[in-house]
């Protein structure tokens, strides 16, 4: 676990664009429940996601379509949902960061960590506008 002090910043970094934080099992399975499309992504305290994948995700979201729910999970933070949100994205293996948006709880698109590592952000929200434009 890392001190929570040294991940606010990178929470925030997600959360101020309004991305809703989930901690539990229970909160993952309700959020991938609801109708509609939900990006889910998986954070973490790496360089790529700092340079690439949350940046990227705040990008994307100046796009006119854009899911109807917003979620993030962190991983080596808060493990029980990061497990169960990794579950939901079977077949793609674990990897953080990530990103995965799902429609009507079935997973559309999946972005996995050696898709956002050595990538721009404005690539990586190229490829999660281009999600978005096909699924909402």
Same mark, same amino acid.
């Given at each position: 676990?890392?001190?929570?002090?040294?991940? @606010?910043?990178?929470?925030?970094?997600?959360?101020?664009?309004?991305?809703?934080?989930?901690?539990?099992?229970?909160?993952?399975?309700?959020?991938?429940? @609801? @109708?509609?499309?939900?990006?889910?992504?998986?954070?973490?305290?790496?360089?790529?996601?700092?340079?690439?994948?949350?940046?990227?995700?705040?990008?994307?979201?100046?796009?006119?379509?854009?899911?109807?729910?917003?979620?993030?999970?962190?991983?080596?933070?808060?493990?029980?949902?990061?497990?169960?949100?990794?579950?939901?994205?079977?077949?793609?293996?674990?990897?953080?960061?990530?990103?995965?948006?799902?429609?009507?709880?079935?997973?559309?698109?999946?972005?996995?960590?050696?898709?956002?590592?050595?990538?721009?952000?404005?690539?990586?929200?190229?490829?999660?506008?281009?999600?978005?434009?096909?699924?909402?």
């Amino acid at each position: 676990m890392y001190p929570p002090e040294l991940v @606010k910043p990178m929470r925030e970094d997600l959360t101020s664009v309004g991305f809703e934080e989930l901690h539990s099992a229970d909160a993952v399975n309700q959020a991938l429940s @609801k @109708k509609g499309t939900t990006l889910v992504v998986v954070n973490s305290v790496c360089g790529c996601a700092a340079a690439n994948a949350r940046p990227g995700a705040r990008i994307s979201l100046q796009n006119s379509k854009k899911p109807d729910n917003l979620v993030t999970v962190f991983a080596g933070v808060d493990r029980e949902a990061t497990d169960v949100a990794r579950a939901h994205m079977v077949p793609f293996p674990p990897s953080s960061p990530s990103m995965a948006l799902f429609k009507d709880g079935e997973l559309v698109h999946m972005l996995e960590r050696h898709h956002i590592e050595g990538r721009p952000a404005e690539m990586i929200a190229e490829n999660l506008v281009d999600a978005y434009n096909q699924h909402c």
